[in-house]
Nanobody, 125 residues
Framework: QVQLVESGGGSAQAGGSLRLSCVASGDTLNIKRMAWFRQAPGKEREGVAAIWRREYYTFYADSVKGRFTISQDNAKNTVYLQMTKLKPEDTAMYYC??????????????????WGQGTQVTVSS
């Protein structure tokens, strides 16, 4: 099992930036992919970005391409989400997730077996 702890959320003005961090502990050697999801009130949890732990492939939701960047420091077991050009519609609870199996799309939340507690991001216009 993997424990995930997010940090870095907060408030920002539209056009501003925030950086989220997620530190993993526990059975980190079996992690194949890390991802960020978000959930706004009344909406489904959706995939934002993902990064393959060994191959460093990255995937992004269309809504954040060109604005958000996912990266990782495996020596620190940490994944980052750099968010720029923030929009009010980016307001949501952001969750870090880890997957240790294959066969699921990067944005299929059903495949992720470990989740953080979430960090709130609020963007005002």
């Amino acid at each position: 099992q993997v424990q995930l702890v997010e940090s870095g959320g907060g408030s920002a003005q539209a056009g501003g930036s925030l950086r989220l961090s997620c530190v993993a502990s526990g059975d980190t050697l079996n992690i194949k992919r890390m991802a960020w999801f978000r959930q706004a009130p009344g909406k489904e949890r959706e995939g934002v970005a993902a990064i393959w732990r060994r191959e460093y492939y990255t995937f992004y939701a269309d809504s954040v391409k060109g604005r958000f960047t996912i990266s990782q420091d495996n020596a620190k077991n940490t994944v980052y989400l750099q968010m720029t050009k923030l929009k009010p519609e980016d307001t949501a609870m952001y969750y870090c997730a880890a997957i240790s199996i294959t066969g699921y799309r990067w944005d299929d939340k059903a495949g992720y077996n470990d989740w953080g507690q979430g960090t709130q991001v609020t963007v005002s216009s």
